[in-house]
């Protein structure tokens, strides 16, 4: 960088001395091999190890004319397979859901959507907390209106687990960052320059998979060299931002890519640059990137949670606290990748459908 | 007015003003003196408002000399020449209308009490005493923005006045004023000469200048061209002194053309319009050009309004050459050869931030056309051949709009209006705030579109005028025609006519057309 | 008879050709084609060896910002004629859809544009009909019709995305290049010229600015401003659903979160380029040039390597520079 640009960068830098960052490096090793904790430090329960309720439970449940509100933090694929989990398992149960609402990532607007949601004076409300800092004040009347609240993904903080609230389900976040990481390895052949596109801001899941999977390159990957990094806080910018990443490391074997949508531009990026070896990695079940991915593009594969499962969970935790059964309070669902060779499996398993019928054609095509 | 020569409140000779390279005043007399009125008169442009500002304060001249009381005088700043005893009344209103009476004409100035709070009874009574010198009848207590125009306007020259000035300089003080209120002004200032008080009164009314000013200066691109007794020039002579140009009255025709073998161009019968018109029969003639004379709210201008289709909810029938027809846009009038000159020409009138061809050209753009595109090359042409038809004074068609005197826009916009060759045209009140030369200017280009076929609706306050043009005088009042003058039959339209026919004990609305 | 002005007044003959022909593309903004060239001379010196004057990188501006260009030219209008439209992105999304549903549907493309061009127009003329015949301001219409469509956009496909596969349609709206030529620049000029022409050229786009400049003197003058206005939102909803269609053409896929950034690029794009935000006036090149600008910087600051905060706040500091400065200029 010559002496103009550093000024310019200093001259912001101060500006900014105010400002919150985000660190995007790791600034103290992460321990790659520890287990994932709750936020109480409590260790984690695997998804499966959740009992089925028992058929006078089933009975109990559905005779009791229970609510149920979904207050989630953002909309999109994943939300609704979450949605859909935790819907399938409320008919199941006789619990009717009467809102469900989505706040655009604004925690003034989940504040709000939960007031009103109480009006309605639901028996739960499943949550992915936007802000775990102001969901504590948010929250706190629909704990003391009785609600059973179950988190996903976010928790509260302060809120004291089992009490407060049931319990918090969430994808193993640290373990898809580094599953990210074993997934780049083999899509470029364990070495080579890569770039990173991650999310700049404040996001409790996307911040612990950009930081594992960064993490897990430097230690576990020493071949691989991060020649670029690069932030993004509105999705329709990660285009222009793999562009000038091509522009100016042409040699890039690989672009990490925050989350699933996100990667939609960074593939047309590599399309427009001729690039078509590239491989990009991301998080999270898309048509689209499956379609690029099954056509052999430069889609080589993404790390999943399984929302669908998950949301089936929340509301079987939901019921459990109902009847007043006693649950872990900190569950995690295990970490799941896909790469072209199994794409067909992952949507059978995670949106209970088969993909749609471009995805298996290009599969039946086969790779040139 | 006292007679022979009075005291010299102020003299200045030989004055010279430039800005950067623009000489705005070269060599400049004037003297006036106490307890007459001095009449100041020029185009815009010609140095009054500098002259004056130089008598005021504001400006330092670059050469002359300046005396007031037979003393030389330099002011460097308004306030010197407040306490020189020189005030000045603007153009626009310095009231605040929130304030009372009393309290804008002390404004600054508010007596107090002990504890130095405004003493109000002392307010209140001063400034009635400074009002019944003046002759002005008003609460002082009432708010100012309550006021009618006029007495605002009165109330303005008290608070000038309160100061005790020996000269008073007035701006346009008639601009917004109704012709009654005019007469109450004239007693004021008559008042104020009887005091003692000199004043210098800038008008563009010459009829009102000749009637009260007792002396009178014209300035023509900063020089004095005229100067001297009023009652010694004619008016010809004065607006010649101001333009450098002979610029005749419209003579009206003796008698309208003979187009019975036409239909009429418009008819109406029974044209109403809830709470505005009732019941209005009216026809046009090719050839003709009908006036409108009434006071505000006499329904003047919606009838001109319906008739140009800004009215959807008029009843009646209308007949436009002979054929029924039901106009509910301006578009519609337009499609039916009908123009429309509106009233407020900086609000409905002139596009500011364009150029004078886009104003110029802004309803026939349509017929300009050359495979679908503009044709570049007729539009100018367009545009200029109506600069030079209308003596519109411009540098040219891309001159931005606002850069132009109020009579040459308006010259723009009659001549957008005539682009069209409508069979009718609408004016409404088409002279307000324009210069006696661009007035008659206008009126003579309305005579011949008249003369050429075409006919006219228009509606005036400046009486003379619409009589000396207008074939047919149309009196409305209250929504209903009260009565009809013929200049064929003699009937010339007066002021004492019009307020005759206004408080009439039997005004009935007669069959016109 | 009243003489007319007997001193000519001082008008320069008039000569043909040259004069009239380049009369209609003078730039009203000076200064935004300085701020341009400066912009990019700093990127330029500063950048030179990160890659910003590579022709790749020019490539990836020109494509990058070909959508809000064709958008701006639309809003040009739409300014121009004295109303505004806050819903251009959310009719971006609904477009890409309808056009990615109805190529899923093995439709032919000219009817699957139609369609997505259909929508878009549709649009306009509900922004247009509210705004002229219920005399709502059309900042509120559009506030209105912005959430409305966007709506309709997620409930079009419940919020998944469409890929696109028919690779005509790809290439022919915005993945492809013919030669060194993204065909996004090549629409980019098209539009260029023909809103240009017909904003500058023909008496619609004439009778638009007048309409925007005073709609009262237009409408007493026989315009049909109502029309007039119903048109220019129409075309601003049209450009929107073109933009629309080429985001689905070069991300091979629609989603409904498309467009949902556009709206105050556009903004800033137009008034930057000289028109007014209050009507009566306006610039098809300068939109363009307002475009790029914005486009230039965008790239040049990610090229520095600047953090997402560090970029927002240079960013919003020099487009509050260039609009304090187009606005001073255009001012009379």
Avoid at chain 2, 137 to 153: E, F, K, N, T
Wanted: proline share 5%.
């Amino acid at each position: 960088m010559n002496r103009l640009q550093g000024t310019a960068r200093v001259g912001l830098g101060a500006l900014l001395a105010l400002t919150v960052a985000v660190p995007t490096v790791a600034q103290e090793r992460i321990d790659l091999d520890a287990a994932t904790v709750g936020p109480s430090g409590e260790a984690s329960t695997p998804v499966d190890a959740i009992p089925a309720l028992t058929e006078e439970e089933l009975a109990e449940i559905s005779g009791g004319g229970h609510t149920a509100a979904l207050l989630w933090a953002g909309a999109g694929t994943w939300y609704n397979a979450l949605s859909a989990g935790a819907r399938d398992a409320f008919t199941e149960m006789g619990i009717e859901v009467v809102t469900e609402a989505e706040a655009n990532f604004d925690p003034a607007r989940q504040a709000t959507d939960i007031e009103t949601a109480l009006a309605l004076k639901p028996d739960i409300i499943l949550s992915l907390p936007v802000d775990p800092v102001a969901g504590a004040q948010a929250f706190r009347p629909a704990i003391d209106a009785g609600v059973k609240l179950v988190f996903v993904d976010n928790g509260v903080d302060g809120y004291v687990p089992g009490t407060d609230y049931v319990a918090i389900v969430t994808g193993d976040h640290f373990g898809m960052g580094k599953a990210a990481a074993d997934l780049m390895a083999d899509a470029i052949g364990g070495s080579g320059k890569i770039g990173v596109i991650y999310h700049d801001a404040v996001f409790y899941v996307t911040n612990n998979r950009d930081r594992y999977f960064q993490a897990a390159i430097e230690q576990r990957y020493p071949e691989i060299e991060i020649a670029a990094a690069q932030g993004f806080a509105e999705e329709s910018r990660t285009q222009e931002i793999a562009a000038a990443m091509l522009a100016q490391n042409p040699d890039l074997a690989g672009i990490y890519v925050a989350w699933s949508s996100a990667a939609q531009g960074v593939i047309a990026a590599l399309r427009e640059a001729g690039k078509p070896d590239v491989r990009v990695v991301a998080y999270d079940l898309d048509a689209t990137n499956d379609l690029d991915m099954a056509s052999c593009g430069n889609m080589a594969g993404v790390a999943l949670d399984r929302p669908y499962q998950e949301g089936r969970t929340m509301a079987l935790l939901a019921a459990h606290a109902l009847l007043g059964n006693e649950t872990p309070t900190f569950v995690t669902v295990p970490v799941q990748t896909e790469t072209r060779e199994n794409i067909e499996q992952v949507w059978t398993e995670n949106v209970n459908a088969a993909p749609p019928q471009e995805i298996l054609e290009a599969l039946a095509a086969g790779c040139a | 007015m006292p007679s022979g020569e009075a005291r010299v409140i102020l003299r200045v000779a030989g004055i010279r003003k430039r800005f950067g390279g623009v000489t705005a005043l070269d060599g400049v007399d004037l003297v006036a003196r106490a307890g007459e009125v001095h009449g100041l008169v020029g185009a815009n442009g010609a140095g009054k408002s500098t002259l004056v500002k130089i008598v005021n304060g504001v400006y330092r001249p670059d050469e002359g000399e300046l005396e007031v009381d037979g003393r030389p005088a330099s002011f460097a700043s308004p306030r010197e020449a407040r306490e020189a005893g020189i005030a000045m009344v603007y153009q626009e209103f310095s009231l605040i209308p929130t304030l009372s009476v009393a309290q804008n004409i002390q404004l600054g100035r508010e007596p107090r009490n002990r504890i130095g709070l405004t003493d109000e009874t002392e307010l209140r009574r001063s400034a009635a005493r400074i009002l019944g010198d003046l002759g002005v009848a008003v609460d002082p207590d009432a708010p100012v923005g309550r006021l009618p125009v006029g007495v605002q306007q009165l109330v303005e020259i008290a608070k000038a006045t309160s100061v005790g000035p020996s000269l008073l300089v007035l701006d346009e003080p008639t601009a917004s004023l109704s012709q009654s209120e005019v007469e109450a002004l004239f007693a004021t200032i008559r008042r104020l000469c009887e005091r003692g008080v000199a004043i210098i009164y800038i008008s563009h009314h010459l009829a009102e200048v000749r009637k009260i000013c007792r002396r009178i200066t014209v300035l023509r691109d900063g020089r004095t061209t005229l100067s001297g007794e009023t009652a010694g020039f004619s008016l010809d002579a004065i607006i010649e002194a101001m333009t450098g140009r002979v610029v005749a009255e419209v003579a009206a025709r003796a008698a309208p053309p003979d187009a019975s073998d036409r239909p009429p161009v418009v008819e109406l019968r029974g044209w109403s319009l809830l709470n505005r018109l009732h019941g209005i029969d009216l026809s046009i003639r090719p050839g003709e050009i009908v006036g409108v004379a009434g006071l505000l709210g006499s329904g003047r201008t919606s009838l001109l309004r319906s008739i140009a289709g800004l009215e959807p909810a008029v009843r009646g029938e209308m007949r436009v050459a002979g054929r029924p027809v039901r106009i509910t846009s301006p578009a519609a009038a337009a499609s039916h050869g009908i123009a429309f000159v509106p009233e407020d020409r900086r609000r409905e009138g002139i596009i500011t931030g364009q150029s004078v061809q886009a104003n110029h050209l802004l309803s026939t753009w349509g017929t300009l056309t050359r495979r679908f595109l503009v044709d570049e090359r007729a539009a100018l042409l367009a545009t200029r051949s109506a600069v030079d038809r209308f003596g519109i004074r411009t540098s040219g068609p891309a001159q931005a709009m606002e850069q132009l005197s109020g009579g040459n826009q308006q010259k723009v916009v009659v001549a957008r209006a005539l682009a069209r060759s409508p069979s009718l045209l609408l004016l409404d009140d088409p002279t307000t705030g324009i210069d006696i030369a661009s007035r008659r200017e206008l009126l003579g280009h309305l005579r011949d579109y008249a003369d050429a076929g075409g006919a006219a609706l228009i509606v005036s306050s400046e009486l003379d005028e619409l009589g000396g043009i207008a074939g047919r005088v149309l009196i409305l009042s209250r929504g209903r025609v009260v009565r009809q003058l013929d200049r064929a039959a003699g009937e010339v339209l007066s002021e004492s006519l019009l307020h005759a026919a206004l408080h009439a004990p039997d005004a009935h609305p007669g069959h016109t057309g | 008879m009243p003489t007319g002005d007997g001193a000519a007044t001082p008008v320069a003959p008039v000569r043909p050709g040259a004069r009239w022909r380049f009369a209609s593309v003078r730039p009203d903004n000076l200064i935004v084609y300085i701020g341009f060239l400066a912009i990019l001379a700093f990127f330029a010196i500063t950048l030179g060896d990160r890659g910003f004057l590579t022709p790749e990188n020019f490539a990836n501006i020109a494509r990058q910002t070909a959508m809000v260009s064709i958008m701006a030219f639309g809003m040009t209008f739409v300014l121009s004629s004295g109303e505004i439209d806050l819903s251009i992105g959310s009719v971006v999304a609904l477009s890409a859809l309808v056009v990615a549903v109805l190529l899923r549907a093995d439709l032919p493309i000219v009817v699957a544009v139609a369609g997505s061009l259909a929508a878009g127009l549709l649009v306009g003329l509900a922004n247009g009909l509210l705004t002229t015949r219920l005399r709502i301001p059309s900042f509120l219409v559009t506030l209105g019709t912005m959430t409305i469509v966007v709506g309709a956009a997620r409930v079009l496909t419940d919020l998944e995305p469409v890929p696109v596969t028919d690779r005509t349609f790809a290439f022919l709206f915005g993945s492809g290049t013919i030669g060194p030529v993204p065909v996004l620049l090549i629409w980019t000029a098209a539009a260029l010229v023909i809103f240009h022409v017909l904003l500058r050229r023909t008496p619609f786009g004439r009778q638009v600015l007048a309409t925007g400049g005073n709609r009262a003197a237009a409408r007493y003058s026989g315009i049909r401003t109502d029309r007039i206005k119903i048109a220019a939102l129409m075309l601003g909803a049209a450009t929107a659903a073109l933009a629309g269609m080429l985001y689905a053409g070069r991300l091979q896929g629609a989603r409904y979160t498309l467009g949902e950034d556009d709206l105050m690029t556009v903004i800033a794009a137009t008034v930057i380029g000289g028109t007014s935000l209050f009507g009566g006036r306006g610039s098809i090149v300068g939109a363009l040039v307002g475009s790029l600008l914005v486009g230039m910087l965008n790239n040049g600051l990610l090229l520095m390597g600047l953090s997402v905060s560090e970029q927002l706040i240079a960013r919003g500091a020099i487009i509050i520079a260039a609009v304090a400065l187009s606005l001073r200029e255009g001012a009379p």
